[in-house]
């Protein structure tokens, strides 16, 4: 038969958790911030707008402080560059050799013009010279370029005519700014440009008019080309260090990737067994003796874990004592109502009524506290500890005893302290030390007396606030110091009502002392003799700005 013929549906494989195994997002994170700070690091230096800016600020300083200096030397008639009486002009012959012989720094070109706008002179006459304003410049050089390999038979003719019209429209474009930028100086404004060069490279150009005394007799233009290569040289001595950094980036993608995204991975894995019910507690030793917050998660988890597994094992074995208390009253009730029937006689009758009546209060006391025991764990839960006052709480509690005691019963006595305040729940604190008072007094003989006191050691650095319920009764066994605080334990002297007490009381007192941060203990009181005089409970909880109140 198969699973579904059986009503049982088949189990799925996780495909959640194969999928987060397969890929981590929280390693895709880290990859995708680390390669996008890295994105911002390779665009920023490969950009270099800035450090451009100031090269072409700082070059254009440089070109024109060596173009005021030239232009200062060639109005200078002493010179021999400016001819002419009383009108002065730039000698087309001295000019250009004066220049060639005074100006030849690497890097740099230097041309001079003329007033009417003609180059007479050019510190790099190898480039050719086109026509400026409508003239032509004769030069010994002889312009042109060397021509390109030839090649092989066959090989069919390029059309380069688009090349050859680029490479016009650039030249003219280049002679276009070259004119503005001379026709701007021989106005007599100093000129500083970035513009394309003939060759089409880009350049940084000053032209600063020539003056003879306050009359214009031609332009010097200063050019400089290095800029480009200067930003080449910076990007390549960037490069290394940004494949270092690219490197380092991916290495601390990958560790953490493997000391984080993959230890939160395996947690969340053992999680999902521990709700699928594959495992009672997460339990990944490697990663609990880390130190650091990967191993604090993995010993939380672990801890929370193994605190629900053993609530479970708990509500596990309360379930099956409450089965067997309940069991008992019922099994009672069971055989005197079958054997009521039976009986003839009224004496008899009415001894099975009365034991019927003391099996139905018992089971009423057991269902009343079981009740208050399975609603105490949500009720802690729920209430916000808050400052407590002791003294007004058992006063309060005491006081009611007081109005309520009946003759014969054990009046409750209050000794109250200094400051004891902590910090709590009223409400089950309260429920602490009424259990404690009612099984004080249960024990107590008639007309006894249950003295409650509150005391705090000023000298113990802890500055715990301790309660302490003593009565005259007859002390407790030995060897049940610490049974009778088990689920179910009584232990009554003889004559006790039947079925008044249903063993739970002094396991709740522990339950919520221990929920408050807090211990209870059980002790007896003897005289001087070393005889047993009664008992004595005591409660130890911490003060207000020392106590952690555990959530249940």
Do not use: C
Request: proline content about 6%; aromatic content about 4%; cysteine-free.
């Amino acid at each position: 038969m198969s699973d579904a013929e059986d009503g049982q549906r088949p189990e799925e494989p996780d495909t959640r958790r194969v999928k987060r195994f397969g890929f981590s997002r929280l390693g895709g994170l880290i990859l995708a911030l680390n390669l996008v700070s890295l994105f911002i690091l390779f665009g920023g230096a490969l950009a270099l707008n800035e450090l451009r800016q100031g090269l072409v600020e700082a070059r254009q300083e440089a070109l024109t402080s060596q173009a005021e200096l030239l232009v200062r030397v060639l109005g200078e008639p002493r010179v021999g560059v400016t001819q002419g009486v009383p009108t002065p002009y730039l000698d087309p012959i001295e000019a250009p050799r004066w220049l060639t012989d005074n100006f030849i720094p690497a890097g740099q070109r230097a041309r001079l013009f003329d007033v009417d706008g003609l180059a007479v002179a050019d510190s790099a006459p190898g480039l050719p010279l086109q026509p400026i304003a409508d003239s032509y410049v004769l030069t010994e050089a002889i312009p042109g370029e060397a021509l390109p390999p030839a090649r092989p038979a066959g090989t069919p003719v390029e059309d380069d005519s688009k090349a050859i019209a680029r490479e016009s429209s650039d030249l003219a474009r280049a002679n276009a700014e070259l004119s503005a930028e001379v026709a701007g100086a021989l106005e007599g404004q100093p000129q500083a440009n970035v513009r394309m060069a003939e060759d089409g490279r880009r350049v940084i150009s000053v032209s600063l008019p020539v003056r003879h005394v306050r009359q214009v007799l031609g332009v010097l233009t200063l050019e400089a080309g290095d800029v480009d290569q200067i930003l080449d040289a910076q990007r390549r001595a960037l490069l290394p260090f940004a494949v270092v950094a690219l490197a380092v980036n991916l290495l601390a993608s990958l560790l953490l990737h493997l000391f984080v995204a993959r230890p939160v991975m395996r947690l969340s894995a053992a999680a999902e067994e521990v709700r699928q019910g594959r495992a009672r507690a997460i339990s990944l030793p490697d990663l609990e003796h880390r130190k650091d917050e990967i191993g604090d998660l993995a010993r939380s988890l672990e801890t929370m874990t193994e605190t629900l597994s053993d609530r479970m094992d708990a509500i596990e074995a309360f379930a099956a004592d409450v089965s067997h208390e309940i069991k008992n009253p019922l099994t009672s009730i069971r055989s005197a109502l079958e054997t009521l029937d039976l009986v003839k006689e009224k004496s008899q009758r009415d001894r099975l009524t009365a034991l019927l009546q003391a099996d139905v209060r018992r089971l009423d006391r057991l269902i009343t506290d079981i009740s208050n025991a399975s609603r105490l764990d949500a009720e802690l839960s729920r209430d916000r500890p808050r400052p407590v006052d002791l003294n007004a709480l058992l006063g309060d509690i005491v006081q009611v005893y007081e109005t309520t005691s009946k003759p014969g019963e054990a009046s409750v006595v209050l000794t109250p302290g200094g400051d004891a305040r902590v910090l709590g729940r009223d409400g089950p604190l309260g429920q602490v030390f009424r259990n404690l008072i009612d099984n004080a007094r249960s024990f107590s003989p008639t007309g006894g007396e249950v003295r409650v006191t509150i005391g705090r050691d000023e000298t113990d650095t802890g500055r715990i606030v301790t309660v302490s319920v003593e009565d005259d009764g007859p002390g407790i066994p030995p060897d049940n110091l610490e049974t009778v605080f088990e689920r179910f334990y009584t232990s009554r002297p003889r004559g006790t009502a039947f079925g008044a007490n249903s063993g739970l009381g002094l396991s709740i007192v522990r339950q919520i002392v221990e929920a408050h941060g807090g211990r209870v203990r059980a002790e007896n009181r003897t005289d001087p003799s070393g005889t047993v005089v009664g008992a004595r409970f005591q409660v130890d909880l911490p003060a207000t700005h020392l106590a952690v109140v555990r959530r249940p």
